[in-house]
């Protein structure tokens, strides 16, 4: 069902066993306070953290990355050479820092600067903060209650767009950045949060019963939602959010978009 290339999708697998093994590494340290989070009032959590990234993983993790993307696409390859030799400390607090506040612009400028491919910065450090931001949703699982109000991640603040049917067929909103997931009512805009029925729209694909996008006409918000019951193997939130980027396409050619919980620059 998916329209990405073959190429693609190989590219992001391959990425989602690195990023597997990242987590593992990070699991021994915790990287939040408990007497921190639980004072916390609002959402969302990570925005309000004073972090300490250990920038010697972080780095080992975007040198595999940038590896992996040379093997794969070896036309980037000077341009990741000299990505490569900018990684300073200094640098790698920025762009920690920057990657985890979703700072597009930042990005841009280091690249046009840099005078390399503009999505290559954001790629690496984007691919190599996640692992961190993992770590953190699943330190600060417990503490994140009365998630009703959010609009988006509770814990990292990216705008809601995917859902998944449970085993126990609950509908969970489920963050490809930092796999924080929060349940939802089943009739309800993860944006507006309108429950009215007559606001609300399921779209269908015709031949894939597992995918659905809901849609809502008063903020003209999307979510795709996947019966994960259908599908043999688990895939993280991160694959699904990838395989099912023709959902997001189709959304968008009807007028449905997704409405940042909060301006993140
Ligand atoms: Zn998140
Ligand atoms: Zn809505």
């Known amino acids: 069902m998916s329209v990405l290339t073959n190429d693609y999708e190989q590219l992001e697998e391959r990425i989602q066993v690195l990023s597997e093994n990242w987590s593992n590494q990070l699991e021994v340290?915790?990287?939040?306070?408990?007497?921190?989070?639980?004072?916390?009032?609002?959402?969302?959590?990570?925005?309000?953290?004073?972090?300490?990234?250990?920038?010697?993983?972080?780095?080992?993790?975007?040198?595999e990355l940038s590896h992996l993307l040379k093997e794969h696409q070896p036309a980037v390859t000077d341009d990741i050479n000299k990505i490569e030799s900018t990684l300073s400390d200094e640098v790698l607090q920025r762009w920690s820092k920057e990657a985890i506040a979703v700072n597009i612009y930042y990005f841009e400028q280091y690249a046009q600067d840099l005078e390399v491919e503009d999505w290559l910065g954001l790629f690496l450090a984007e691919h190599a903060v996640r692992p961190f931001l993992r770590k953190i949703s699943s330190e600060v699982k417990e503490t994140i209650k009365e998630v009703d109000s959010c609009t988006g991640c509770p814990t990292c603040g990216e705008p809601a767009r995917l859902a998944v049917i449970s085993k126990s067929g609950k509908k969970e909103l489920t963050c490809p950045r930092c796999d924080f997931t929060w349940e939802e009512k089943k009739i309800s805009c993860a944006h507006c949060k309108t429950e009215e029925h007559a606001d609300l729209e399921i779209l269908t694909i015709e031949g894939d019963e597992k995918t659905q996008i809901h849609v809502c006409h008063k903020c003209n918000g999307y979510t795709k939602v996947i019966d994960v019951r259908r599908m043999i193997k688990k895939e993280s939130p991160q694959l699904l959010d990838i395989k099912t980027i023709h959902l997001d396409y189709i959304a968008q050619e009807n007028g449905y978009g997704i409405t940042e919980g909060k301006d993140t620059h």
């Open 29 to 63: 340290e915790a990287l939040t306070n408990a007497d921190v989070i639980s004072g916390l009032k609002q959402y969302p959590i990570i925005p309000q953290l004073d972090l300490t990234i250990n920038l010697d993983k972080f780095k080992s993790f975007i040198l």
